[in-house]
Structure formats: C-alpha cells, structure tokens
C-alpha cells in the first residue's frame, strides 16, 4: 500500500517541460513532461512500451541511448540541474544521490568477482573507506535489504545467486550512497510473482527507513497500483493523465487510463471475458495532431481531432488531464475499495 | 493419479519424471518428480509455478524435447513417451501437437514471409496438402487468428509483438491440431495484447475442439480462461484443480503465496504475502543438502517436524488435489494481517 509523504515535503526532483528527440533530433519521442517527486514519495511512470516513460527515465538517470537527446526542458536534482551536466558532473551524482536499478539485474554485475567485491569498491571510492570498514558496511547493506545471512552473500559469485537476489544486491549497491531518489526502471519485470512482491515491499521498507524518494517506471499497472503514491500515464510521448493512485484509479480522467484498468490484472480468478484496447499506438515520430489516443477512443468527437496539441490541464486537485472531453465523460474506474490494514 | 482418470483426456501425462545428465552410474539432475495430469478436448489447462519449477521441461516432454526417466505421456489415447526415429518424426510431422513459444522473434524465421511461415508445416507434412489447399488452409488460419490477409506477404520483422505471436499461433493451427502446448505466450506482451492472445485460445479450444495447455505468470489474465490449475514446485504437482476454486481458496501454503503476491490494480485479496513469507531462523533440516521432505518446507511459514516426510498428493472434494500435510489446518496458524514492512 503506498504510503503517503508529508505534505508539502522538499521537492527532490523537478522534471519541467522535457522534450526528448531521437534518430539525432529527428524524431520527437517525448514532449511536455512536467512532474515533480518529493522527498519519500513514490511517483510511478506507467505506459505501454514505446510511450516514453522510459526514456524519460533514462533523461533524469543521464543515461539516454544514443542518438537520443533532450531538446528542451529542465529536470533538477535537489538544487542541481542535470540537463547542463558533464560528464564528470553524473559521476558525481550517480550513486551518491542518485541510485537506479534495472531489468535485468545480472547484467549489471561482473562475473567474475564476487557480489561484496562489487558492492564494497564503490564505498570506498567514493566514501574513502578502508578496506574493512567497506567490507563491513557492505556485509550491513546486504543484510539491511533482506538477503539472509550476509557474511556468506558476500563472498558469492553472481551466477551462485537467483534472480531475486541479485536485484537485492543491486538494491543495495544503488542505496550505498544514501541516494535522495532511487529510480527502479522496470526492475522487478523479470521477477517471479513471489519474488516481485518481496523487492515491491523492500522497496516501501526503504522509502520507510530513509526517506528515499522514488520513481518507477513499469509496464504493468498492476506494480505501479501497489507501490506508488501518484501515477503518470504515458500515451506515444506524452502524459495523458497523472494524480494521487487512489484516486486515478477510482475515477480516471483520461480514456486511455480507463482502457489500461479495463485490460490489467485485477486479481480476479473467475472466469470473465478479457478486455483488450483496439488498434495500436502511433509509430515514433507519426505524432498525430489533436488527441493521440483519439483513434483508438471510444469517447472521441469531432473537437478531438484539432490541429492542435492538446495541453495537460489542472482535472481536480493534485490531477491533471489531456483529455478535452474529462468534464463530459463518466469513466469507470476499479471500484478500488481502500483497505484499511 | 486421480480416480476420474479417464481415457477421453486428450493430454494424459502419468507420474512422468524427467532428469537432465543421467548416465550410467550417475543420478543426474531429477527436474520432475511423478508428474500427473490431464487435459480434455476444449479444455484449457493453466500450468503455473516460479522458474525452475518444471513448467517448461513438462511442456517439452510432451514433444519428446526431455529426458524423459519414468511414467509415460499419451495424446489421443497413443502413447508418445519413448518414440524413436521415424515414428517421432511422424508424430511431430502429422502437427497433432503443436508448441508454442514465449518470444515469437526468436522462434519465427525472420527471412519468411507470414504467407510462407504459416504454410511451412503444411508443407512439411508431406503430401497432405496441395498446393491450393494450402494457400487456402494459410489465408483460414490468419483469419482464424484475426489478422488481416494483407499481413501475408510482410516479414517477422514488420509485425507488431502482439501480431507477432497471433501469426505463431496460426502456424501452430494451420495444422488443425488436437493439443496445443503455449509456454508463457504472453510474458512479452503488453496487457492489452495478452488478453487478445488469451481470448484467442478461448475461441479456438471451442472453435477446434482443442486441448490447450497455457504456461504464465500472469495468474489473473489466465485465470479468466483457464479451466483447471496445476501448480508445480520444485518440479512437484503441489496442487491443481478448478481455477476460480484453487486460486481463491488454495490448499496449499505456496499457491496461497502465489495469490497473495500477485500485483492487482485492486487490493482485494483476503491475504497479505507477509502473512505466508517464512519466519526465521529456519529449522536446520529444511536446509539440508540434498533436501529432504517437502520442497516447499524451506519457504513455508507452516513447515514442522511431520513436513519432513515427503507429502503425496492427495484428492479433494470437488476434483481437487493437493499436497500438504497442513492443506486443512494452516490457515487456522495464520496471524492477523501484519503490517507491511515487517520481513
């Protein structure tokens, strides 16, 4: 269940009118993302792949593929701004105040040494460490995100070590730093049911202890239903609705938002006709004008299809819109009813 | 082996087990152990559990891809287990059986146009089929699948995933098969495209009378169309049984585990996973090498002294199953709802 920040708690990152272009600034992927995560919120990035949410990810992370650049807009750490950062400038940031983890969790490791090895270099690079101290910091976060007995982890190869651990690992080595935000792009995908769940409440745990402000990104509503405070929903580069979760989820403002609830898992197990959304999104680079959802909506009138953006609006408090027709329509949400544990 | 076992099941596997590496004077590596279960014709078998558990391997000993070290596995009444040669050839060839992969790019040859991709198996299983007949059966299996006509002519590589995986399941039925064996169809899939293949199979079971066999992890999506549930642990048949029946009453700790872990947009299961997660420390014998007694013991809140006798499966009213010593009391061991963060 999300838990909910403080009110009014410090910005710690301030992403404002991001423009990302791809094929060297050819293509348009991703426009007019505006959104803000506070210290010890969880923002979720949701959308089908394609729709941006990752490559808004990887802006804020300076870790853009190649050919991808971002054309406008601003995106702050803190007090710093990372669209004018250096080279020398990420490094500074990247595993001291920032922290991230991905997908495929071996991919990142070496295979060659072992998990502690990987974990304690960087704390003493970049915290000065001694050699012991490291060592015994890093057996101290291996244990803090729940892998069972540490002192052994440590000493473990990455091909010895599950999935599951392995991202706890990789957890661990993105929260050495004390990171103020802690980006989780798609990272528990790969994961089986259980283990998912058990990083998901790791997560919270750490967000709990340490304030940590975090931003997901996954494909599955599902995940970002579970964990996150506000949501973001990501159409063909552009948002089309965000808010408060519960309230998204129980009212949605955007058509597509509804279409998305329609098809996820709703932890149903009867037997029920399956939902699905008709046609596909824009190819990159197609950008319809007017609303990009609108061929595929089943609320779409003749005011949809001007030729012009349509903008994000203000849709109640703390939610914003890009559907013209919101006031209009009645979408229906899950019936979401909040459980009180 | 349950009592209904019948002879009109279309899929019948009996105490199957399979090991990888076996030679002489070596045990090798056993991945399934005594693996009943059955699928009929227009039904569709949901088969669940976490990597490693045997989903796969059970799946391919079906098609003669495992080593297959005990029991025996009939489709339609014949017996596959143990062919050889031509007799496996022919049986693979005639396209009774048809396997589906999870990632259509890698499983599709992506040289060949969809016209040819479809009409491949037809033309493998020689003679059947003129060459009219087979560009006829080709433009029926697109439409079968909901794909326009005018896809034929494009390559893997033009098609969307969802498209994708549509035009491996036509190859799959040009054919006309009796069982169709699909492993994790839809983990590469978006939502909105999973359900699609999903519906799919629901209209083909009826439309072709075909047993279907769905290997997924999405437990809510499969849910809506399954018919029965297996769950495999550690390459176990720890439980199976009706789906809506096993997935919201489970008898055993780990299918509980599954349920409860499953992400939902709506919070509404009746047990928090922390509820299920392990206390520790672990009694020492549930981490023994090799293990001993229930292989779920290790991760089981409920696991004592008796669970280190291997537990049978063992039937239920309503044409379950299950293997638990505590299928009928570990839910009166269940403490409140704890809070979240608690490990």
């Known amino acids: 269940m999300p838990l909910s920040p403080p009110e009014q708690a410090p910005e710690v990152l301030a992403v404002e009118g991001l423009r990302i272009t791809v094929n060297g600034g050819r293509t348009e992927a991703v426009r007019d993302v505006s959104f803000t995560v506070r210290a010890g919120e969880s923002v979720g990035l949701v959308g089908e792949s394609g729709s941006g949410k990752t490559l808004t990810c990887r802006s804020v992370l300076g870790v853009l593929p190649p050919g991808c650049a971002v054309a406008e807009g601003t995106a702050r750490l803190g007090d710093t701004e990372l669209t004018a950062l250096d080279r020398r400038g990420w490094e500074r940031l990247r595993g001291q105040r920032l922290g991230a983890v991905f997908q495929d969790p071996a991919s990142y490791l070496n295979p060659s040494l072992t998990v502690g090895r990987q974990l304690a270099e960087p704390l003493r690079v970049r915290q000065g460490l001694s050699r012991s101290e490291a060592r015994e910091r890093a057996v101290q976060l291996l244990g803090a995100v729940g892998l069972h007995q540490p002192e052994e982890v440590f000493h473990r190869y990455p091909f010895e070590l599950s999935g599951g651990m ?35 409440d790791l997560l919270a745990q750490l967000r709990a202890e340490r304030g940590l402000a975090l931003l997901l990104v996954s494909h599955d509503l599902a995940v970002v239903a579970e964990v996150c405070d506000r949501i973001l929903v990501f159409y063909a580069g552009e948002v089309v609705e965000d808010g408060p979760t519960e309230q998204v989820l129980a009212a949605p403002a955007h058509p597509y938002t509804e279409a998305l609830l329609r098809v996820a898992s709703i932890g149903d197990w009867g037997r029920r006709e399956l939902a699905v959304i008709p046609g596909r999104p824009p190819e990159a680079g197609e950008a319809p004008t007017g609303c990009r959802f609108a061929d595929r909506c089943e609320y779409a009138a003749p005011q949809c299809r001007s ?29 979401r009813e909040e459980v009180t544990a | 082996m349950t009592a209904e076992q019948s002879t009109d099941a279309l899929l019948q596997v009996e105490d199957l087990s399979v090991a990888f590496g076996r030679r002489a004077g070596r045990p090798g590596q056993q991945v399934l152990h005594g693996v009943s279960l059955q699928a009929r014709a227009g039904e569709i078998l949901g088969v669940i559990g976490e990597t490693g558990s045997g989903k796969t391997t059970l799946a391919r000993s079906v098609v003669g891809l495992s080593p297959v070290t005990g029991g025996r596995i009939l489709v339609d009444g014949a ?11 022919e049986f693979r060839r005639s396209g009774a059986v048809q396997y589906l992969f999870q990632d259509p790019l890698r499983s599709l040859d992506p040289d060949l146009t969809v016209r040819e991709l479809i009409g491949e198996p037809l033309a493998v299983a020689a003679g059947r089929a003129g060459r009219e007949e087979r560009a006829d059966r080709v433009l029926g299996a697109l439409q079968q699948v909901g794909l326009d006509a005018a896809l034929a002519d494009r390559l893997p590589g033009q098609l969307s995933g969802g498209q994708r995986q549509r035009v491996a399941i036509a190859r799959a039925v040009v054919t006309r098969p009796r069982l169709l064996l699909a ?17 799919l199979f629901d209209r083909l079971r009826t439309e072709l009378d075909l047993a279907v066999v769905v290997i997924s992890h999405d437990l809510s999506s499969l849910a809506g169309i399954a018919d029965r549930i297996a769950v495999l642990y550690r390459g176990r048949l720890v439980e199976q049984g009706p789906t809506t029946e096993v997935l919201s009453q489970p008898l055993h700790p780990y299918t509980a585990l599954l349920t409860a872990s499953a992400p939902s947009v709506r919070r509404e299961h009746d047990l928090h996973p922390a509820q299920l997660r392990a206390g520790l420390p672990r009694p020492a014998w549930t981490l023994a090498q090799p293990a001993e007694g229930c292989g779920f013991a290790a991760r089981c809140r409920f696991a004592e002294e008796a669970c280190r006798a291997q537990p049978s499966l063992q039937p239920r009213v309503g044409s379950r199953e299950v293997a638990c010593h505590h299928a009928d009391d570990w839910r009166a061991g269940l403490t409140k709802t704890e809070p979240m963060l608690t490990r």
């Open chain 2, 183 to 199: 492993d994790e169809p839809v983990s590469a899939l978006d939502a909105s495209n999973r359900n699609h293949v999903l519906r």
């Open chain 1, 166 to 200: 392995l991202q706890r690992v990789l957890i661990a080595t993105a929260v050495a730093g004390d990171p103020e935000l802690l980006v989780a792009d798609e990272a528990t995908t790969a994961l089986d049911t259980v283990v998912q769940a058990e990083v998901l």
């Open chain 2, 79 to 89: 017996e596959v287990t143990g062919l050889r040669g031509r007799a496996l050839r």
């Open chain 1, 307 to 335: 030729d012009q953006p349509v903008p994000l609006r203000p849709a109640g408090e703390g939610r914003r819109t890009r559907c013209v027709r919101a006031d209009d329509l009645a979408l229906a949400g899950t019936g």
